[in-house]
């Protein structure tokens, strides 16, 4: 079989396939595997160390095959697409099997919705199972197809040639002028359905040769037609007949772009947070373009990964300053970042709004069980975590927030008491299920960090000491989550914090507040406290500035 590129007719070869495979070897209680290849130079290996070393040793006999391959030039751009020789059987049946052109007609190959095309390349594809792998020379389409299918080498198209009987061969008929090398009872491995750029049609054994219209022959227009530039953007092939052409020269922009970002020395964070925006605005438009789903949601990632770049050059431009403030004394190491320290204060105030008593015991059970429902409306809890907050307080408070219809539990509260950590019990609290707006903003990331920073909080081993109770342990979480990098309390031209707001959250009168914190100075928690001028003023003891929320 032969294609035509440019007049100049070149062999086609098939596509080349090799497989690793791993096999339990023996008895199964035994764990020995074999590991076999497609390759007639290798040996069968017996493994007696079991599955995970044989998939060890699978992956090191993978990346030889792969460097004999790029040693050897890598994927040939001649070659037929191997998973068209096995009728696309490599990748999933797409579930719009045929999808219209816009001028009509359907689009589709060996019974899915993907067709041969794009340049040839070279990828590896492992099973979920780590039992199989296989490197492959096929065809970008079909990589792109394939389900954890990864591309590793594209190759280059076939060189274009003009010959010097152009002129005499385009006076020819167009009947007469075929492509060479096949009849329709040759046997053939694959057919791209689209050329890869820079090379002419390829001629289909069964349907015979396809006339050249003269005009196309013999116009100059078409010896002198620019090929379109080929690119990809991540792990994905951007099409060469992407339309509109402004959208395809984005994203091959965009991923020599990102290849590039990857070759700095040094980040820069405000760039990538750039490229990701860029990214997301322009996966959106390739969706709404194919309709593709998936990169829809590739879209709604990059978003993300922008707002997590610009979130994360914030936070080291805080810290530097905050290291320059702290440059006499020593490096601290904190458990919440400057955005997890906002979004905890957010969570302190919205139980203070939304508290369903507004007894101390109630208000602390109300926040820890928030923060361990606040992303789905449902967590888990046991009877120890209860008695670490609560003492002896916990039953009747679990009493409490069941009749007012804050809380659900599967029993009573007496059967969550005797839970344990091996069989903890599930509860919900209705209004954070998702059906309800989210009141927080924070990831599931965000939310483990912050319960963990409200649980060392409350369960600080000198408080216990010294029996504080929940509205003593609420003033110490008011008081970590509203402090500077130094460790005092409040804003420096400030001053101090309301004492009001103090009070209200703890639940205490504002002539109370003094007294609860000197129970925090005397738990070396605070190193001062003062409320003079209606403020709260002091400062964390150094033990405890790694809980320091910053403001």
Known sequence: ???????????????????????????????????????????????????????????????????????????????????????????????????????????????????????????????????????????????????????????????????????????????????????????????????????????????????????????????????????????????????????RRELIELGDAFRAYQQRAEPDLLLLAGLHERKACAFRQWADVTGTGVLRHEADRAQKAAHAARAQHENRDRAAADDLQDADGPAVERLLTRQQAVHARAVLEYVTAHAPRPEAEVRLAVLMLTLRAARAGTGNITGQDLTGWLQGEAEPVLERLITAGWLRLPGTAAEVMASRSEDPTGFTVPSLLPEHPRPFAFGKN?????????????????????????????????????????????????????????????????????????????????TEAGTAGNRLRGQLAERVLPLGGLL
Request: with cysteine; net charge positive; hydrophobic share 40%.
């Open 446 to 526: 965000n939310r483990s960090r912050i319960s963990g920073w409200a649980q060392k909080v409350v369960g600080d081993r000198k408080l216990r000491k010294k029996k504080a109770d929940a509205r003593t342990r609420l003033l110490a979480l008011h008081t970590a989550a509203h402090t500077r990098p130094d460790g005092r309390l409040g804003l420096a031209e400030d001053g101090g914090l309301p004492l009001d707001q103090a009070a209200g959250f703890c639940n205490l009168p504002a002539d109370k507040v003094a007294e609860h914190a000197e129970v925090l100075v005397a738990a070396d928690w605070l």
């Open 1 to 247: 079989m032969a294609v035509e590129t440019g007049t100049q007719q070149t062999e086609r070869v098939a596509g080349r396939v090799w497989t690793v495979r791993l096999d339990p070897d023996g008895r199964p209680s035994a764990g020995a595997v074999k590991l076999s290849c497609s390759r007639p130079a290798c040996p069968d290996q017996r493994l007696p160390a079991g599955a995970a070393a044989g998939r060890k040793a699978a992956v090191a006999h993978v990346n030889q095959h792969l460097a004999h391959i790029r040693a050897g030039g890598g994927p040939r751009g001649t070659a037929w697409c191997a998973c068209r020789a096995a009728d696309c059987a490599w990748h999933t049946p797409d579930p719009d099997t045929l999808t219209q052109r816009p001028g009509g007609g359907a689009r589709s190959s060996a019974g899915t919705g993907v067709r041969c095309g794009g340049r040839v390349v070279l990828a590896v594809y492992a099973d979920r199972a780590g039992r199989l792998w296989r490197i492959a020379e096929m065809c970008a389409r079909c990589a792109a197809a394939t389900p954890g299918c990864r591309v590793l080498d594209t190759a280059l198209p076939p060189a274009r040639t003009a010959p010097a009987d152009r002129d005499q061969e385009a006076g020819q008929p167009a009947g007469q002028r075929q492509t060479s090398g096949g009849s329709a009872g040759d046997g053939v491995a694959a057919v791209f359905s689209d050329p890869a750029p820079g090379a002419g049609a390829v001629s289909s054994p069964a349907a015979g040769a396809v006339p050249v219209p003269r005009s196309r022959a013999t116009s100059p227009a078409g010896a002198s037609r620019r090929v379109k530039r080929w690119g990809k953007i991540g792990q994905r092939i951007v099409p060469h007949d992407l339309k509109p052409d402004a959208l």
